[in-house]
């Protein structure tokens, strides 16, 4: 069993106008096999928490600690995260010119592994991935992420997760974008990942939309840069029935 | 190709289409272009690193330029011409002098094969001439200071599996050396020319290629030079009727080199490829111009040149000239540019210049973009555990890699790949 653990995280950007904190003491405990999904209105610092643990260049962090099984994550490159076993599906997953997809998927299995796969079955994982995942086979020659739809970029971030078997996984607004077959297609291969992984999940999302298909086991709120509140999937839908009016009423006084 | 949506019958005299119901093309009156650009891409400059410039048009039309073999119809270059203004003339003082051999480069024919004869040509000897025209002062002086052409001569339909190799080896660096070759195709011929550039000299090598009806012709020229070589040259081709042409231009090694390749047809069914891949290092000016004049109607063209620049003073230059004349109705034509840059310090110009004398044409567009190495590309192939250097790689070869596979012979796509290896390892990628 691993644990991923988020203590008292503050995280800051700059900004044409100067450094502005964005996260502003988070504390999170993860353990291998749950579900946490972190709701909460927009800009109030979700998606900055999931590059800071991916460890993306822009987010700068002035205090506090993320460490996995008790190492130091944020002293890992980008890089080393993930072969650590941190997964980040992101919420524009980047177009990469040049790189064929069977190309990308390989390099950053063999990366990860610290092996290549065995052509054989590596080949069938895929296509049999793919298949679940319902992406067309000509996927495979096409330029990572090049001229695909929103749907299907989101489809391909999740087929990565299931080739690549994180430890853990964050999920920055996966269901954005994703008409109602696809949200059902990208859930099923999440929860797949879960079972068969024993995945610690971090799930970030603006509606609830999702938490139909991928039942949580804890609920954080997220208001400007803190965990307001946190509870089981009974929050999630009182969320569904109140929206973040009640979190956001103080700010506003 | 957009038609009209008028539900008209289009009025025809003795088939081909006129009246108002016509094909045409958006932006395209029968006389010529009305908009400054084609569709294109946008061209990308990102805060502070590199620098480049993008133009769709300048100077006057290409169908203005003097084209000629002899010497005193080009005066010695100041910098301020518009095919020299990018160059550095200093420097190139040595190979644009109206001056004898003093090192010859040797030629070779790395293979006999059937069908295949090497020959020379004298000055005004046919078919020497009769497609090469000088377009500036560099290829008139190599023209004319070149005794001896070798001439390679396919047979007619002779059909070659293996690659002809020429290795043109400079001997002596700095030395100036000319040289004139003649490849020839005779019809229903398909033949491979790779041409390979070693050593170091003072080089100023003219190519002429006679592509006859009916031939598949592909001429690979790669330059590998020593650093201290200097290149000029001038490449031409005439494209048969029903024939096929594809040049290569892989430019790694060097000084300096300046590439001239140009492509014209001499009746209809023509298509032409031009390919151009460059990796300039700190200090190398590499700078290609291609010229595919549509002369003549129902031929297509396809031009590709991407580039890599690394290294402080690294340089390139890319002028891509497309004219599509009055009687070349029924054209399709296209041209590219992308240059990649790695580092500060480095530039790239990008010009495609697009003139159309016609609106009777199938297609015409031109695209040029040049970007820096996007760290985003970076940190999405870094998430997935693929380490920093490999990434770089990743990214570099796959940008590059259209190119190589557009040559099409294994054995030399294997040794680009390990020349690209090469030059990624020099920056520390």
Redesign the interface.
Same mark, same amino acid.
């Given at each position: 069993m691993s644990t991923l653990e988020i203590k008292d995280l503050h995280v800051s950007i700059e900004t044409e106008q100067g450094v502005k904190e964005i996260l502003k003491g988070v504390t999170l405990t993860i353990n291998s096999g749950e579900i946490h999904a972190i709701m909460g209105p927009n800009g109030s610092g979700k998606s900055t928490l999931a590059s800071t643990i991916a460890g993306h260049p822009r987010y700068t962090v002035t205090s506090g600690t993320i460490t996995m099984d008790g190492e130091n994550v944020l002293d890992m490159a980008v890089d080393e995260r993930a072969r650590a076993g941190l997964f980040l599906a992101m919420q524009y997953p980047v177009e990469v010119p040049g790189v064929t997809m069977t190309n990308f998927l390989r390099t950053a299995k063999t990366a990860i592994d610290g092996e290549a796969p065995k052509l054989r079955t590596w080949a069938k994982d895929v296509r049999s991935a793919m298949e679940k995942l319902k992406i067309d086979a000509d996927f495979a020659n096409r330029n990572v992420n090049e001229g695909f739809s929103g749907g299907e970029k989101k489809r391909v971030e999740i087929l990565q997760l299931e080739l690549f078997k994180p430890k853990f996984a964050v999920l920055d607004e996966t269901d954005s974008g994703l008409d109602i077959d696809a949200l059902r297609v990208v859930s099923d291969g999440v929860n797949r990942a879960q079972e068969s992984n024993d995945m610690g999940t971090l799930l970030i999302t603006h509606y609830t939309r999702i938490l139909n298909y991928i039942k949580p086991d804890y609920v954080h709120v997220f208001v400007d840069g803190r965990v307001a509140e946190q509870g089981g999937p009974e929050l999630a839908d009182e969320l569904e029935a109140n929206g973040y009016d009640r979190f956001l009423a103080p700010a506003q006084a | 190709m957009t038609k009209s949506a008028s539900a008209e019958q289009a009025e025809q005299v003795e088939g081909v289409e006129v009246g108002e119901a016509r094909i045409s093309i958006p932006g395209m009156g029968e006389e010529g272009e009305n908009l400054a650009t084609a569709h294109e891409e946008t061209e990308h400059t990102h805060g502070g690193l590199g620098e480049s410039t993008t133009k769709a048009k300048s100077g006057g039309s290409r169908a203005d330029r003097t084209t000629s073999l002899s010497v005193a119809d080009f005066a010695v270059p100041t910098g301020r011409e518009e095919e020299w203004r990018f160059s550095p003339l200093k420097k190139l003082g040595r190979v644009l002098s109206d001056a004898a051999t003093q090192t010859p480069v040797t030629i070779k024919l790395r293979k006999s094969a059937e069908g295949v004869t090497h020959g020379e040509l004298a000055l005004a000897q046919s078919p020497r001439g009769t497609v090469f025209s000088a377009a500036d002062r560099a290829a008139v002086v190599g023209y004319s200071q070149s005794a001896q052409a070798d001439h390679i001569k396919v047979a007619a339909d002779t059909e070659l599996t293996e690659p002809v190799f020429l290795d043109i080896t400079g001997e002596a660096s700095g030395h100036r050396a000319n040289a004139h070759i003649v490849l020839e195709a005779e019809a229903h011929s398909k033949v491979v020319f790779v041409l390979e550039h070693r050593g170091s000299a003072d080089a100023n090598l003219n190519v002429e290629v006679i592509v006859r009806d009916g031939a598949d012709v592909t001429v690979v020229s790669l330059q590998r030079w020593d650093g201290d070589a200097i290149h000029v040259g001038q490449q031409d081709a005439e494209i048969g009727r029903d024939a096929k042409y594809k040049h290569v231009s892989v430019t790694l090694g060097g000084e300096i080199v300046r590439l001239n390749s140009n492509v014209r047809y001499a009746a209809e069914g023509g298509e032409a490829s031009m390919y151009g891949l460059y990796f300039a290092d700190a200090g190398q000016h590499l700078e290609h111009r291609s010229f595919v004049d549509h002369n003549s109607p129902r031929n297509s063209s396809n031009v590709l040149y991407k580039g890599a620049l690394q290294g402080q003073d690294a340089r390139t230059v890319w002028v891509g000239d497309v004219l599509i004349r009055k009687a070349a109705e029924g054209t399709d034509s296209y041209e590219k540019n992308q240059n990649l840059i790695l580092t500060d310090g480095a530039r790239a110009d990008s010009i495609p210049n697009l003139e159309i004398e016609t609106g009777l044409i199938e297609g015409a567009g031109h695209a040029s973009s040049t970007g820096r190495f996007? #760290?985003?590309?970076l940190?999405? *192939?870094?998430?997935?555990?693929?380490? #920093?250097k490999?990434?770089r790689q *990743?990214?570099v070869?796959?940008? *590059?890699? #259209?190119i190589v596979q557009a040559i099409g012979v294994d054995s030399i796509e294997d040794t680009i790949h390990q020349d690209l290896e090469n030059e990624l390892e020099i920056a520390g990628f």
């Amino acid at each position: 069993m691993s644990t991923l653990e988020i203590k008292d995280l503050h995280v800051s950007i700059e900004t044409e106008q100067g450094v502005k904190e964005i996260l502003k003491g988070v504390t999170l405990t993860i353990n291998s096999g749950e579900i946490h999904a972190i709701m909460g209105p927009n800009g109030s610092g979700k998606s900055t928490l999931a590059s800071t643990i991916a460890g993306h260049p822009r987010y700068t962090v002035t205090s506090g600690t993320i460490t996995m099984d008790g190492e130091n994550v944020l002293d890992m490159a980008v890089d080393e995260r993930a072969r650590a076993g941190l997964f980040l599906a992101m919420q524009y997953p980047v177009e990469v010119p040049g790189v064929t997809m069977t190309n990308f998927l390989r390099t950053a299995k063999t990366a990860i592994d610290g092996e290549a796969p065995k052509l054989r079955t590596w080949a069938k994982d895929v296509r049999s991935a793919m298949e679940k995942l319902k992406i067309d086979a000509d996927f495979a020659n096409r330029n990572v992420n090049e001229g695909f739809s929103g749907g299907e970029k989101k489809r391909v971030e999740i087929l990565q997760l299931e080739l690549f078997k994180p430890k853990f996984a964050v999920l920055d607004e996966t269901d954005s974008g994703l008409d109602i077959d696809a949200l059902r297609v990208v859930s099923d291969g999440v929860n797949r990942a879960q079972e068969s992984n024993d995945m610690g999940t971090l799930l970030i999302t603006h509606y609830t939309r999702i938490l139909n298909y991928i039942k949580p086991d804890y609920v954080h709120v997220f208001v400007d840069g803190r965990v307001a509140e946190q509870g089981g999937p009974e929050l999630a839908d009182e969320l569904e029935a109140n929206g973040y009016d009640r979190f956001l009423a103080p700010a506003q006084a | 190709m957009t038609k009209s949506a008028s539900a008209e019958q289009a009025e025809q005299v003795e088939g081909v289409e006129v009246g108002e119901a016509r094909i045409s093309i958006p932006g395209m009156g029968e006389e010529g272009e009305n908009l400054a650009t084609a569709h294109e891409e946008t061209e990308h400059t990102h805060g502070g690193l590199g620098e480049s410039t993008t133009k769709a048009k300048s100077g006057g039309s290409r169908a203005d330029r003097t084209t000629s073999l002899s010497v005193a119809d080009f005066a010695v270059p100041t910098g301020r011409e518009e095919e020299w203004r990018f160059s550095p003339l200093k420097k190139l003082g040595r190979v644009l002098s109206d001056a004898a051999t003093q090192t010859p480069v040797t030629i070779k024919l790395r293979k006999s094969a059937e069908g295949v004869t090497h020959g020379e040509l004298a000055l005004a000897q046919s078919p020497r001439g009769t497609v090469f025209s000088a377009a500036d002062r560099a290829a008139v002086v190599g023209y004319s200071q070149s005794a001896q052409a070798d001439h390679i001569k396919v047979a007619a339909d002779t059909e070659l599996t293996e690659p002809v190799f020429l290795d043109i080896t400079g001997e002596a660096s700095g030395h100036r050396a000319n040289a004139h070759i003649v490849l020839e195709a005779e019809a229903h011929s398909k033949v491979v020319f790779v041409l390979e550039h070693r050593g170091s000299a003072d080089a100023n090598l003219n190519v002429e290629v006679i592509v006859r009806d009916g031939a598949d012709v592909t001429v690979v020229s790669l330059q590998r030079w020593d650093g201290d070589a200097i290149h000029v040259g001038q490449q031409d081709a005439e494209i048969g009727r029903d024939a096929k042409y594809k040049h290569v231009s892989v430019t790694l090694g060097g000084e300096i080199v300046r590439l001239n390749s140009n492509v014209r047809y001499a009746a209809e069914g023509g298509e032409a490829s031009m390919y151009g891949l460059y990796f300039a290092d700190a200090g190398q000016h590499l700078e290609h111009r291609s010229f595919v004049d549509h002369n003549s109607p129902r031929n297509s063209s396809n031009v590709l040149y991407k580039g890599a620049l690394q290294g402080q003073d690294a340089r390139t230059v890319w002028v891509g000239d497309v004219l599509i004349r009055k009687a070349a109705e029924g054209t399709d034509s296209y041209e590219k540019n992308q240059n990649l840059i790695l580092t500060d310090g480095a530039r790239a110009d990008s010009i495609p210049n697009l003139e159309i004398e016609t609106g009777l044409i199938e297609g015409a567009g031109h695209a040029s973009s040049t970007g820096r190495f996007d #760290e985003n590309h970076l940190f999405y *192939l870094m998430a997935r555990g693929i380490p #920093e250097k490999e990434a770089r790689q *990743l990214v570099v070869r796959g940008f *590059l890699n #259209e190119i190589v596979q557009a040559i099409g012979v294994d054995s030399i796509e294997d040794t680009i790949h390990q020349d690209l290896e090469n030059e990624l390892e020099i920056a520390g990628f």
